[in-house]
């Protein structure tokens, strides 16, 4: 039996069609790159702290990226001040054009660090997060002014080396303190769902002084969420006055980026119309 053959005119149709599709597969790409090339927004940079991880800024990330800025969101190590920032400033590497560095907790203690050196950086972002001065820890910032309810919601864990020796201590938030102190914001069942992932953050890594701060040399913006339990605010507005950061308040927990994913973006967008 003979197959059915096209008719011509149907064989001219999709000639046609596929004619045109080939002219607008050659000429997209110009198109796009050209409006890439005049509207191209910077890369932001969200750098977690300890007691959480990327998945913070879900809700974040998803209207950064509606409003056409490239976000990556690195797992931060956990692991000291030194070799956290040195991660992520491994990654500020491999990004071309300007950035805008997003810290929140102690991952403001690794922008702080990880953005020297890196010209294409225009701004630093800190979300209820940790802004230290050149020898300060994340534990003595968090200590200095009243109101932390940190240090007894704290334990840790002891954790060895691959050959079995000593390897050093974790600190995790306590699950049943741990929306209290640090999500009390968030749904209950929310907030137990972060206390049972959370990454622990090394005692090492807290206590650890910073370098030389980049907000001396970079632009800077702070949230403060007043109802922090973990890093005073009155701690905050300290380090946001010593940056020179333009500076919001808004009455959130801790996690304010999960809990306030509105505000926290407005932020990025406002370091970027001044950066631009």
């Known amino acids: 039996m003979s197959r059915t053959q096209p008719r011509p005119g149907l064989r001219l149709t999709l000639a046609t069609l596929t004619l045109a599709l080939g002219l607008t597969a050659a000429v997209a790409p110009a198109s796009a790159a050209q409006s890439t090339s005049t509207t191209a927004k910077p890369t932001v ?3 977690h702290g300890a007691f959480a991880d990327a998945s913070g800024f879900h809700d974040m990330i998803d209207q950064l990226q509606r409003a056409g800025f490239p976000v990556i969101a690195p797992a931060n190590p956990l692991r000291d001040v030194a070799g956290d920032a040195a991660y992520v400033s491994s990654v500020l590497d491999t990004i071309t054009g300007p950035v805008i560095l997003v810290g929140h907790s102690y991952g403001g ?4 660090n990880a953005a020297r050196g890196h010209d294409n950086v225009k701004a630093l972002v800190y979300l209820g997060a940790f802004a230290p001065d050149k020898g300060e820890s994340a534990l003595q910032l968090a200590q200095q002014f009243p109101g932390s309810k940190l240090g007894d919601a704290l334990q840790t864990r002891a954790y060895p080396l691959p050959d ?4 050093g201590i974790d600190g995790y938030v306590m699950p049943d303190k741990f929306r209290d102190v640090f999500a009390a914001d968030l749904p209950a069942a929310e907030a137990r769902q972060l206390a049972a992932t959370q ?3 090394s005692v090492l890594g ?3 002084g910073s370098g030389d701060p980049a907000w001396k040399t970079i632009p800077s913006w702070y949230l403060i969420p007043t109802r922090d339990n973990v890093i005073p605010p009155a701690a905050q507005r300290f380090m946001a006055q010593r940056a020179g950061s333009k500076v919001r308040e808004i009455r959130s927990s801790h996690v304010v980026m999960t809990s306030h994913p509105d505000a926290a973006t407005a932020v990025v967008q406002s370091a970027y119309n001044a950066t631009r």
């Open 109 to 112: 203690i690794v922008i702080t």
């Open 199 to 201: 990454r622990p953050g």
């Open 45 to 47: 940079v969200l750098v």
């Open 164 to 167: 079995g020796t000593p390897g």
């Open 206 to 208: 807290l206590s650890g």
